[in-house]
């Protein structure tokens, strides 16, 4: 009787219980590493808060820049044709 119940133990065990146990932390592991729609929203109001926030710094820049003509942003535009990485690892040493 144990010469055959251990192989039919381990025949089980090998092509059912284990592909099993695959593929359901398969699924748990996709189903975890989508977003949900309160990550999405959250997402979009942060983003919304950063465009305000960028919005308000160039206003307060303007300003400052208006009331002083020799002050100079410290911010880095991005988008510039002679943007260099190396003055914002310059600037990110200033701080």
Do not use: C, S
């Amino acid at each position: 009787m144990e010469d055959v119940l251990v192989p039919v133990m381990v025949v089980g065990m090998l092509f059912v219980a284990l592909p099993w146990l695959v593929l359901h932390y398969v699924t748990r592991w996709k189903t975890a590493a989508t977003l949900t729609n309160d990550d999405e929203r959250m997402l979009g109001d942060m983003h919304e808060l950063a465009r305000r926030l960028e919005d308000r710094l160039d206003t307060v820049e303007r300003l400052v820049a208006q009331e002083n003509p020799e002050w100079q942003p410290r911010r880095i535009e991005l988008d510039t044709p002679n943007f260099d990485p190396e003055n914002v690892r310059k600037l990110e040493r200033n701080r």
